[in-house]
């Protein structure tokens, strides 16, 4: 099952995704009026149930998707987690024993369709495709071994990145990494029973109809039930959590010259498992 959040007429709401339609379910269920909310009711087969025979509300293309969970307490975020990023780089990245972990803030999110926005205060904004974990029920100091009973859905997420203001601090990139509107995740969530397993899902992104870049989940150096037990670890990982997983190489800024996004240009991040999060570029107007 597909489940999105939208925004139509000023309203906020969420639903059910069936083909190009949404059933609207933020007044369907006792007081529930988002999806981080249905998560931590644990109703996802209440919604499914009430999904299943429902006339379709809206067409997608009525309503303004918003950011999967556009209210979730924490976005957590992965770095450098596919073993073959070690290409843009000068010299191979060895494995680490523990993965590279930041956050983002939820205003530097957007939906599918809306576009990201390139600040004034620079013009090296980048792309960064993700496959990413909603967390469906809370947990602290998950086993491993049950760590993938834990999540609720996979998102996409494109984790906009301004390069320039990464580098302002010296062990810090929180900088250029929370840009208001410079990422996006959606289009929406796919759910947990959709999938067989998580070790070969395909991810790529492309610029213009352009590949840049292509990579699989076999991959990634930290698995989603390892980054699962460590994330709980010290967070109380929390339903609508969401988790962005790394992106694989190919990002604007390893090219040479650098290829950063312009105004015009459309970023596209896809899996076929998931869907295609789609994104226009246009310039801030302040």
Request: net charge negative; proline share 6%.
């Amino acid at each position: 099952m597909k489940l999105a959040s939208f925004e139509i007429d000023g309203r906020q709401s969420f639903g059910a995704v069936k083909e190009d339609k949404i059933v609207d379910l933020g007044f369907g269920i006792d007081a529930i009026r988002s999806l981080r909310g249905l998560l931590a009711a644990d109703a996802v087969e209440i919604a499914r149930n009430m999904a299943e025979d429902a006339i379709a509300d809206y067409d997608l293309a009525e309503v303004t998707l918003l950011p999967t969970i556009p209210d979730a307490e924490k976005y957590i975020c992965i770095g450098v987690n596919y073993g073959n990023r070690s290409a843009e780089y000068e010299k191979p990245v060895e494995k680490k024993k523990y993965p590279n972990v930041f956050m983002r803030s939820p205003g530097s999110f957007v939906g599918h369709n809306v576009p990201i926005v390139r600040p004034p205060e620079s013009e090296q904004l980048d792309y960064e495709g993700e496959i990413a974990i909603v967390i469906g029920k809370a947990g602290r100091r998950i086993p491993e071994a049950n760590a993938l009973s834990y999540i609720a859905g996979l998102t996409l997420l494109n984790e906009g990145s301004i390069r320039d203001w990464m580098r302002h601090g010296t062990f810090n990139i929180t900088q250029g990494k929370n840009f208001e509107q410079t990422g996006s995740i959606g289009p929406w969530m796919v759910t947990a029973d959709e999938f067989a397993g998580y070790g070969d899902l395909d991810l790529k992104t492309e610029v213009n109809g352009e590949i840049r870049q292509q990579d699989n989940t076999a991959h990634l150096i930290f698995d989603f039930a390892y980054l699962i037990s460590y994330l709980s670890s010290f967070y109380h990982l929390k339903p609508g959590d969401v988790i962005a997983t790394g992106t694989p190489t190919g990002a604007g800024a390893r090219f040479d010259p650098p290829r950063f996004l312009v105004p015009g240009d459309v970023v596209e991040i896809d899996c076929p498992s998931i869907g295609i999060l789609s994104n226009p570029v246009i310039d801030e107007i302040v």
